[in-house]
């Protein structure tokens, strides 16, 4: 019990130490394909709100935020004997990140720009609707033109989560007291789902590259920023 006390006491005296910081991004997106399923592209920018608290090499915090994919093959059908034995239409996947993230601080150049590697941990939310038109399963695959097949119309929509985890590396720039220019790049994964079902479409967007430009907004005194010419390394 002592040592949870003395435990908690100095996490407790070094978050009186830190800085808080909130910023926003605004990434682009970039799925790397795979193969054997419908994949997507990110046609639009995605957004990205965090809070941490950052010690003089190193900073802890959360992440909130959205992104977009749409598929690259909209629609696609198979037809047996001049007739159409399945029918899918695929339609954008919103994903919302929630993830705890740290970073550490590497190099402070010019007493300006801080450079910094990371890495992310958490859950992403994806939501999706799909439409589907197959045939029942108690209908033969291989039939008569003349006979009428019996289908199975499935429109679903799918709310599902997924952990992920991915690296990042960025750099910081100072615009005065309180305000810095964040660029940054991240690899994202997001584990290919196994569970599969015919009357659920499965979403898989395995990896993906994103690279973002945002704004820190730095709260309370300049306490842990470095003297001028000194560098971290």
């Not at 007739?83 to 993230?101: C, G, H, N």
């Not at 799909?130 to 499935?154: A, C, G, Q, W």
């Amino acid at each position: 019990m002592r040592i949870v006390v003395l435990a908690i006491s100095l996490l407790l005296a070094e978050v009186s130490c830190a800085q808080m910081r909130v910023y926003l991004l605004v990434d682009k997106n970039f799925p790397k394909p795979i193969s054997g399923n419908n994949n997507y592209s990110s046609p639009l920018p995605g957004i990205k709100a965090g809070v941490f608290y950052e010690w003089e090499k190193f900073s802890l915090g959360m992440v909130f935020g959205y992104e977009s994919f749409k598929p690259i093959r909209e629609i696609d059908y198979l037809t047996l004997n001049n007739s159409i034995i399945r029918y899918d239409k695929y339609y954008m996947v919103k994903m919302y990140p929630i993830l705890l993230e740290g970073r550490y601080n590497i190099a402070y150049i010019k007493n300006k720009v801080k450079l910094y590697i990371g890495g992310t941990y958490g859950a992403r939310i994806l939501k999706y609707n799909h439409y589907k038109v197959t045939r029942k399963e108690s209908t033969p695959l291989y039939f008569s033109s003349n006979i009428s097949m019996d289908l199975d119309t499935i429109h679903s929509n799918n709310v599902i989560s997924r952990y992920s985890i991915g690296p990042k590396i960025g750099a910081t720039m100072d615009f005065g007291d309180k305000i810095l220019l964040m660029v940054e790049g991240s690899y994202n994964y997001i584990p290919e789902e196994q569970t599969f079902s015919r009357r659920r479409y499965i979403v898989n967007i395995e990896h993906s590259f994103s690279f973002g430009v945002g704004l820190i907004y730095k709260f309370g005194k300049n306490v842990i920023d470095k003297p001028k010419n000194e560098g971290w390394f």
